[in-house]
Each structure stands twice: as C-alpha cells, then as structure tokens.
C-alpha cells in the first residue's frame, strides 16, 4: 500500500484568507487525484494531476502536482464559506485515499 | 445526470446480525467500489469490482464479502456483524478499467452496530 499522508488534518479559517494543503507519498506515483467531500456526501473529483511539475488552476484553487511526483498540493485562494469540506488526495492507480484536511471558513 | 444510490442513509444493526448494503448506479459503468471511512484514516478500500461476477479484494476485506449479480448493482455483506464495522461505508463507481478515470459516489450509509 502507498501510503498518502496529508498536511494538516484540521484547518479552521476565516472567510478570505487564502491556504494551502498538502499531500505526500511515500514513493513515486503516476498520477493523483484530488476530491472534496462535503458533510452528508460522497466525494467529488475537483482535479486530476499527471505530469510531474503540472500546475492546474480551478477557479480559487490551484494544483500542483511535485517535479519528483511524491507530493501534491492545493492552494485556495480568498476562501469562502463554500469550500468547507473534507478535502482528499487519491491514488488511483493503488486505489488509495489519504486521511484527509478537514477544512472550516468561517463566515 | 450522474447517480449512484445507496439503500440506506442510517442502519443500526445488533451484533452477530448479517447485514446488506446494496448500491445501484445508472451509468453503466465497469468498475464498481465499496469503501468504509473512518475519521483520521480516509476512506479504505474494502472490495472493487470491474465486471459482472467479478470481485477483487481491497485493503481491508476481512469480515466482508461481495456480490455482483448485475452491471449495475453491488452489494457488500457482512455475515455477522461486529462492533468495530460501526463506520460509514460508501459505495463509487467508475467507467474505466485502467487509466485516468472518476469515481461517482453515493452518499454512504452509516451503520452502527451494537
């Protein structure tokens, strides 16, 4: 199993403020996955990264995905209320989910 | 639009009882997942499926078992249930065998077991 660990596990902020999560593998992987999930919810997929040093943009959050493909990190710009959630890295490749940020904005 | 259901949103079940939690999604897809979630460890892969009758096990399958009778439905089956399967469990869904794909979830039954 690849082990995904994700940095930090609680984030609680206020509306506006912008913050960055953060997922690493023990070793190299092909490509990841990042999803939101939403209380009372299954996940969703936001974004699929697979190219090492790839950057991609949705709105207020940019991915990127690490030049060594170990790591993966999402940076939310002027959060808002609306991107409270569970916040997960994914393997596809190995089926694996990291533990998740729960993150909070505050109104 | 896209839609995987579970049978139950909440399931209280007494220990020893064998326990069904059924999923449906009307994509056709291939490739069907069930995963429990627990707070701090993410979601965990207990059983994929990626064809009609075909099961392989993920990383935490003890104490479960599967069934795929038709494209669209998978079942997940605990033959006597114990105390610490009290989890949430999701059930996803995915069109491709290998490669980049999505997994379409449902919105997960949490069961307690007493």
């Known amino acids: 199993t690849q082990l995904l660990e994700q940095s930090p596990q609680f984030l609680s902020i206020q509306e506006g403020e912008n913050l960055t999560v953060y997922c690493n593998s023990s070793?190299?992987?092909?490509?990841l996955q990042w999803y939101r999930q939403e209380p009372g919810e299954g996940p969703v997929l936001l974004v699929t990264?697979?190219?090492?040093?790839e950057v991609k943009k949705l709105k207020r959050l940019t991915f990127q995905f690490g030049d060594a493909r170990k790591d993966s990190s999402l940076h939310i710009t002027a959060a808002q209320p609306g991107d409270t959630g569970l916040y997960l890295c994914y393997n596809f490749n190995k089926f694996y989910f990291g533990s998740g940020t729960k993150l909070n904005v505050k109104p | 639009d896209v839609k995987v259901t579970q049978s139950s949103r909440y399931l209280v079940k007494r220990t020893g009882e064998k326990v069904f939690l059924e999923c449906v999604q009307d994509m056709d897809h291939e490739n069907m997942f069930w995963y429990r979630q627990d707070p701090g460890l993410g979601l965990r892969l207990i059983y994929f499926s990626y064809d009609v009758k075909m099961k392989e096990k993920g990383d935490i399958p003890e104490g479960y078992s599967v069934s795929r009778e038709k494209k669209e439905r998978f079942s997940l089956i605990l033959e006597s249930a114990s105390t610490n399967q009290t989890s949430m469990y999701l059930c996803a869904s995915s069109f491709f065998r290998t490669g980049v794909d999505e997994q379409f979830f449902g919105p997960g039954t949490r069961l307690t077991v007493l």
């Open positions: 070793s190299v992987f092909s490509s």
């Open positions: 990264v697979v190219t090492g040093g």
